[in-house]
């Protein structure tokens, strides 16, 4: 909650030169989510005698100099709201000799009891009074310790099996299942609803419109083959977003946005989240998840309007204070309206007007999840993957609004920032999540260019030390954290950059791994030593040292990694068990084989380890990235 005043304020204070409190005071509702608007509301009258005398004439009407304004306190300290905003004005309704005002919540409040101070002036006359409301926040389900997902976005035969994994010939979907699985995840989240109109005849009146029904086929039968690897399957939707090359095509109503450069508005790809046909076509679909036994999880990824909305101009005017509105609003067409919010907003930039759209969209979006929850009828686990931006303010989203709506994991997405605003974007997170806890699943791409297209680190492990810093700055403060690895399509595309598949799932295993550590979840410890620098074809050692930390006994098989360049023994996996507090030391002999420039040099070392009853996500991962020399 942003508050410029820090000054306990003496309520006495509010009531100096106040005649007899003597008007009604009350909110619409005694307590609120944190995603929806607080609506005071001060009655000019009680049952019997009017309660001010200057209103005894005939019409009972207010004279032009009344003012009736509201402050919020939350113990006796003022509040600051959205757009900086410390008083609302209440207007007067003549058909039911009100006076009415919204107040909208402030991001991340306090909870608890709240008060609304109403001050009615009447020429020299001044009548005060005041409500009691209360600002509750819903606890989202606590994740499992070490909880971890790989996703996997639309991938098609692209996807190939992982190095090293013999066998039958699999179908592509088991593929998916089959990196799952050697990633040690706890879940697999696949996106099987994507809207995509295409140059082809009937691309919308096709079965395959809205969703590829190819994928929405496969969920009981890859489901069951996660199930049987001992990994959940989650399943979801792109929400408000239309791909393709035929958006003219669409049957939804697409969000309107705002080109400053020629001053007019026009449409985008997204959706508009004010389309009902588009919030029924997924609450179908989800409630197809809902019901699939193959499911565990359901997710909606697009919950936001981009930077478009603006056909809600008039709502957000009605329902916010937002301050130097046209005194012509009224007679204006929805066109002129749209204009004026746009200009205000991108062309203006008017701070207060931003915020104030900002929290706005993320309450009518957290609205929507509501409707769309219901509708469907979920019961299973819910998550949305937001944007981490300023918390996705800038795309109207906010994390704990969203919780409030139902949603049960916040799947953060720390993507497309820059290596030196990443930690300050992580202390911004740390700052919010202090005053209000989640359930986050924290997100990084397998995208080369959105890491900065970097080599030293290399890309792989640029992707890892930002989960490493996530994990070490967040978990103290939000112990309910998983990590997502997104996603399995773009390690086969080039997004990879020079980097392998293999080298992006192992760094991927790694963050798994280092949270699972952070979180005391192995029953053994591991160190070991390799050379930050080699010589092409020259023999070196990796040592590595096991400890059993348990009181019981455990097998394990240590397994190097084959990663390409890099020579070893055939023979170099280990099976061994430990007795508790034993340490077995191994020794590997390895070798690059050759250098790889576009790489510069870098050669990836790797290995894992897998313990107890061989289950999916009981496995272990360390890796190092050195640097290849020549003799």
């Known amino acids: 909650m942003k508050t410029k005043f820090t000054l306990i304020i003496p309520l006495i204070l509010f009531f100096s030169s106040v005649h007899a409190v003597n008007i009604k005071v009350s909110t619409d509702k005694p307590e609120y989510w944190r995603y929806e608007i607080v609506t005071i509301m001060c009655d000019l009258e009680m049952p019997g005698t009017p309660v001010i005398p200057s209103f005894r004439k005939k019409e009972q009407q207010p004279s032009r100099n009344m003012e009736c304004t509201a402050k919020i306190f939350h113990k ?152 049987r690897h001992n990994i959940k399957y989650g399943t979801w939707i792109t929400s408000f977003v ?47 998840m809902n019901n699939n036994p193959g499911v565990d999880y359901v997710g909606l990824d697009y919950v936001r309007t981009d930077f478009g909305g603006y056909e809600y101009a008039s709502e957000f005017v009605s329902d916010m204070p937002v301050r130097g509105v046209p005194a012509d609003w009224y007679s204006l067409d929805e066109d002129s309206r749209m204009l004026w919010l746009g200009r205000k907003i991108e062309k203006e930039k008017n701070r207060s007007v931003i915020e104030m759209w900002q929290w706005w969209r993320a309450h009518k979006m957290s609205q929507i999840i509501i409707y769309i929850r219901e509708k469907a009828g979920i019961t299973k686990p819910m998550w949305a993957f937001t944007l981490t931006w300023e ?7 906010d994390p704990l609004m969203f919780i409030d709506a139902g949603i049960d994991m916040n799947a953060a997405m720390y993507y497309s920032v820059p290596k030196d605003t990443y930690p300050m974007m ?64 773009r390690a086969f595309l080039n997004t990879s950059g020079p980097y392998s598949s293999l080298e992006w799932g192992i760094t991927g295993a790694a963050t798994f791994t280092y949270l699972r550590k952070k979180q005391g979840c192995f029953p053994f410890t591991v160190t070991w030593d390799a050379p930050d620098e080699i010589k092409l074809n020259v023999p070196f050692t990796v040592e590595i040292n096991v400890k059993n930390t348990s009181k019981t006994g455990s097998n394990f098989i240590m ?7 890099l020579s070893m023994s055939e023979s170099a996996d280990q099976t061994f068990y430990l007795a508790p507090g034993e340490i077995r030391t191994f020794n590997l002999n390895m070798q690059a084989a050759r250098m790889d420039a576009r790489k510069e040099n870098m050669q990836m070392i790797a290995f894992m380890i897998q313990y107890g009853e061989r289950k999916t996500q009981n496995r272990y991962f360390e890796y190092k990235y050195v640097k290849v020399e020549k003799q």
């Open 391 to 397: 918390m996705g303010k800038q795309h109207g989203q």
């Open 242 to 288: 239309l791909l393709g090359n035929r958006q003219d095509l669409s049957p939804y109503a697409h969000t309107t946005g705002y080109d400053k450069e020629n001053d007019t508005l026009r449409k985008l790809i997204y959706v508009s989240i004010k389309d009902k046909k588009r919030h029924d076509d997924i609450a179908d679909l989800l409630k197809k």
């Open 426 to 489: 992580i202390n911004d997170w740390e700052a919010y999540l202090k005053r209000g806890k989640t359930s986050l699943v924290a997100g990084q791409c397998v995208d080369w260019n959105l890491l900065g297209r970097t080599y030293d680190p290399a890309g792989p492990d640029e992707h890892f030390i930002r989960q490493q810093h996530l994990v070490d700055k967040l978990l103290p403060v939000n112990p309910s954290l998983g990590l997502f690895w997104h996603d399995l399509t």
């Open 76 to 227: 006796n300290t003022l509040i600051t709201t959205v757009g900086k905003t410390t008083t609302i004005n209440l207007s007067y309704n003549r058909s039911t000799k009100r006076f009415t005002g919204k107040w909208p919540i402030p991001l991340n409040p306090k909870l608890g009891e709240y008060r609304a101070m109403v001050l009615l002036k009447d020429g020299s006359k001044r009548h005060a009074g005041n409500a009691a409301f209360k600002i509750k926040g819903r606890t989202a389900p606590e994740l499992p310790k070490g909880f971890s997902v790989m996703n996997i976005e639309p991938g098609d035969s692209i996807i190939r099996r992982v190095p090293g994994v013999g066998g039958r010939a699999v179908k592509v979907w088991e593929n998916y299942v089959l990196w799952s699985k050697f990633m040690g995840a706890d879940a697999m989240w696949h996106c099987v609803g994507q809207s995509q109109i295409w140059d082809k005849p009937n691309a919308v009146n096709s079965e395959e419109f809205p969703w590829d029904q190819k994928s929405v086929r496969q969920m009981r039968e890859v489901g069951e083959e996660l199930h």
């Open 559 to 565: 397994k190097p990694m084959k990663i390409a360049n």
